[in-house]
C-alpha cells in the first residue's frame, strides 16, 4: 500500500537522524556520557538506596490509613478534646 | 510533634535540589529565545552568519540542557520520600500537572531537541527553525505545569477534600490551570529565564570583545540578547506587580515579612533599605490604591478590621477553627466505619472549618510568621539586581547601536561580573516565594510540620550531604565543558565540519 510504504519511509528517516546524528556526534559525545552516568546515579544509586518512596506497596486504603493516622497524630493537644 | 530538626533537614535538602534545578532552567528558557530568534534571521536573510552564531549558542543550551536534565526528577523522588504525607494530601492535584509536563513538555522536547541538534542538514530550513522554536516553547509548557503545581501550594483552588481517602480531589481543572497565582508566576519566571539568557549571552559575548576575538559574533549576539533581555526584564516588572496584588490578597503574611512591616495601615510605606521608606508605595503597589489597607504581623496575628470593613482572623481564631477542623476529621476517620451519624456530623464540621485545617498543628503563633530577614533581603536584592541588570542592558544596547560597544573595556568587565549576578537575582525570588510562605506545604491547609514523612534526621543529613557532593561535582564538569567551548568560540565547529569530523 502506498501509505503504509510512506508510513515506513518516515520512520526510516526518522531512524536515520537519530543514527546519523549520535554516530557523528562530536562535542555530544561527552555529553551524553554525563547524562548516562547522571541517570545511572539517580535511578541505579539514589532512587534504589536512598527514596524509596515511604507509601510504596501499600494499597490506596493503606495509604489513606496511614497518612489518616500521620495528620491526626501530628496535631497538637487540642484536637483531642472530646 | 514533629522533631524540628527532620523539617529542617529535609526543607534544607529540598531548597538546595530546588535551587540546583534553578540553575539550569532559567538558562535553557532563556537561549532558548536568542537561539531560536538568531535562526530566524538566518531563514530570512540565509546569511551563514547567522546560522553559525544560532550553532554556537545551540551548542551552549545543549551543554545547559544535558546538565540540567532530569534534576527536576530528584524533587519528585523527595516528595515520595521526604514529603510522603503532602504527597498523599495533595492528591490528583499535583499528580496530573506533572503527568501532564512528563509526557506532552518532555516529548516535545526530547523530539524536537533532536532534530534541532541532528537535523541540520537533513531536514529543511522552515522545519528545522520550526524545531528550535518548539523545543523553547515545550521547555516552557513544562515550566507551565510544573509552575501550576507550584501556584496551588501557594492559593489552593479548585479542589475538595475527600476525609475517606484523605485527599484533595481536583473539581475544576479550569480553575486550577488558571489559578491567577500560577498565571502570573509562569510568565515571572519564564521572563526571567529571557533575563538569565540574555546576561549570560552580553557576559560572554564580552569577554570575546575583551579578546578582541569574534568582534561580529560578539555584537550581533549582545544586539539580539540585550533586546530579548530588556523586553524580558520590563515584563518581568510588570508581572512582578501583579504577582505583589496577588500575594498581598491571598498570602498577606509574605507581604508583610518581605516588607519588614510589623504594624499596617492605609498609605503603608515600601521600605527600600531598614529606615529609608517610600510613603504610601507599598499600598499602591499592593492595592493599586495610596489609600489601600495593608495589613503588618501584628494585625494578621492579632487580627484586624480595615477601612472598608473587611475583617482578619487572628492567628488564635484561626488556629481555633483549625482544631475544630482537625477534632472532626479525627472523628471522622474513628466513627465512619462504626457510626455514620456521627461521621455525617463531623463531617460537616470539617467541611466548615476545612480552609483552617493547616492551623490545627500551629502550636505558637510565632510559628506563622516566616523569617523576616530572610525574605526582606532577598527581595530587595532581587529588585535592586533586576533594575541594574536592565540599566547595563539599555546602556549596552545604546553603545552597540552607536557602534561604540568594544571600546568599553570597564563595561565588558561589569557585563562578565553580571553572570553571577543574574543567577543570584533568580534564586533571590525563590527565596521570597517559599520562605515567605512558611510554615506552609499547602497555604493554610498543611503546615511543613504535617506535610514532612517520619523520617530518622541521619537518613535526610546523608542524602543532603550526597546531593552537596553530586551537584557540586556535575556543576563543576558543567561549568569546565561549557568554559572550554566558549574559549573555542563559534568557529570551531565550522572547522571541525569542515574536516569532516
Known amino acids: 500500500m502506498p501509505a503504509d510504504s510512506g508510513f515506513v519511509r518516515c520512520l526510516g528517516k526518522i531512524w536515520h537522524l537519530y543514527a546519523d546524528g549520535f554516530r557523528d556526534m562530536t562535542w555530544g559525545r561527552p555529553l551524553w556520557g554525563l547524562i548516562i552516568l547522571k541517570l545511572v546515579i539517580l535511578f541505579a544509586v539514589l532512587r534504589v538506596f536512598f527514596f524509596q518512596p515511604v507509601l510504596a506497596g501499600k494499597t490506596d486504603g493503606e495509604k489513606s490509613d496511614h497518612v489518616g493516622s500521620e495528620l491526626i497524630d501530628r496535631a497538637g493537644p487540642a484536637t483531642y478534646k472530646e | ?501
Open chain 2, 1 to 501: 510533634m514533629t522533631e524540628a530538626a527532620l523539617v529542617d533537614w529535609s526543607r534544607a535538602q529540598f531548597a538546595l535540589t530546588a535551587c540546583y534545578h534553578w540553575l539550569f532552567v532559567p538558562l535553557t528558557l532563556g537561549l532558548a529565545v536568542i537561539m531560536a530568534v538568531m535562526e530566524s534571521v538566518y531563514v530570512a536573510r540565509k546569511d551563514e552568519f547567522w546560522k553559525r552564531a544560532a550553532k554556537f549558542w545551540q551548542k551552549i543550551f545543549g551543554i545547559n540542557f544535558a546538565v540540567g536534565i532530569a534534576t527536576g526528577i530528584i524533587l519528585e523522588f523527595e516528595f515520595g520520600t521526604n514529603w510522603s504525607n503532602y504527597s498523599w494530601f495533595v492528591g490528583d492535584i499535583f499528580g496530573a500537572p506533572l503527568a501532564i509536563e512528563g509526557i506532552l513538555a518532555f516529548f516535545m522536547e526530547a523530539t524536537f531537541v533532536a532534530v534541532m541538534f541532528f537535523g541540520w542538514d537533513k531536514v529543511g530550513r522552515r522545519f528545522h527553525l520550526a524545531s528550535t522554536w518548539l523545543t523553547g516553547i515545550g521547555a516552557s509548557i513544562s515550566a507551565l505545569w510544573i509552575l501550576v503545581a507550584n501556584g496551588w501550594m501557594q492559593h489552593p483552588v479548585g479542589m475538595e477534600f475527600n476525609p475517606d481517602t484523605v485527599r484533595h480531589e481536583m473539581v475544576d481543572f479550569w480553575a486550577v490551570v488558571t489559578n491567577p497565582v500560577a498565571v502570573t508566576k509562569f510568565f515571572h519566571s519564564v521572563l526571567s529565564g529571557w533575563m538569565t539568557g540574555a546576561v549570560f549571552v552580553i557576559g560572554v559575548s564580552c569577554w570575546y570583545l575583551l579578546r578582541k576575538r569574534e568582534v561580529r559574533f560578539a555584537r550581533a549576539s549582545i544586539r539580539v540578547a540585550s533586546i530579548v533581555g530588556i523586553v524580558g526584564t520590563l515584563a518581568v516588572m510588570f508581572t512582578g506587580d501583579g504577582s505583589a496584588i496577588h500575594v498581598a490578597r491571598y498570602q498577606p503574611m509574605k507581604l508583610a515579612a518581605a516588607e519588614g512591616l510589623e504594624d499596617g495601615g492605609t498609605r503603608a510605606p515600601f521600605s527600600i533599605v531598614p529606615g529609608l521608606e517610600i510613603p504610601g508605595m507599598l499600598s499602591i503597589l499592593a492595592t493599586h490604591d495610596i489609600d489601600g489597607f495593608v495589613p503588618g504581623i501584628n494585625d494578621l496575628l492579632d487580627g484586624y478590621t480595615a477601612p472598608d470593613g473587611t475583617a482578619g482572623l487572628s492567628a488564635e481564631e484561626k488556629k481555633e477553627r483549625g482544631d475544630i477542623a482537625l477534632q472532626a476529621f479525627r472523628s471522622y476517620r474513628e466513627n465512619m466505619e462504626t457510626d455514620p451519624d456521627a461521621a455525617a456530623e463531623a463531617k460537616k464540621i470539617l467541611e466548615e472549618n476545612a480552609e483552617y485545617f493547616g492551623y490545627g498543628y500551629i502550636g505558637d503563633r510565632a510559628e506563622l510568621v516566616p523569617p523576616v530577614g530572610m525574605v526582606y533581603w532577598p527581595f530587595r536584592l532581587m529588585v535592586g539586581l533586576g533594575c541594574f541588570l536592565l540599566l547595563l542592558m539599555v546602556v549596552v544596547l545604546w553603545l552597540e547601536y552607536r557602534g561604540r560597544i568594544e571600546k568599553y573595556g570597564w563595561l565588558h568587565w561589569t557585563a562578565i561580573f553580571s553572570i553571577p549576578l543574574v543567577y543570584i537575582a533568580g534564586q533571590c525570588g525563590w527565596i521570597v516565594a517559599e520562605v515567605g510562605r512558611q510554615p506552609w506545604a499547602i497555604q493554610d491547609l498543611l503546615p511543613v510540620s504535617a506535610a514532612v514523612s517520619s523520617l530518622s534526621v541521619g537518613s535526610v543529613i546523608t542524602t543532603f550531604c550526597i546531593f552537596v557532593a553530586v551537584f557540586t561535582l556535575f556543576l563543576a564538569i558543567e561549568i569546565r565543558i561549557m568554559l572550554k567551548a566558549i574559549r573555542k568560540g563559534p568557529m570551531a565547529d565550522e572547522v571541525q565540519t569542515e574536516s569532516g569530523n
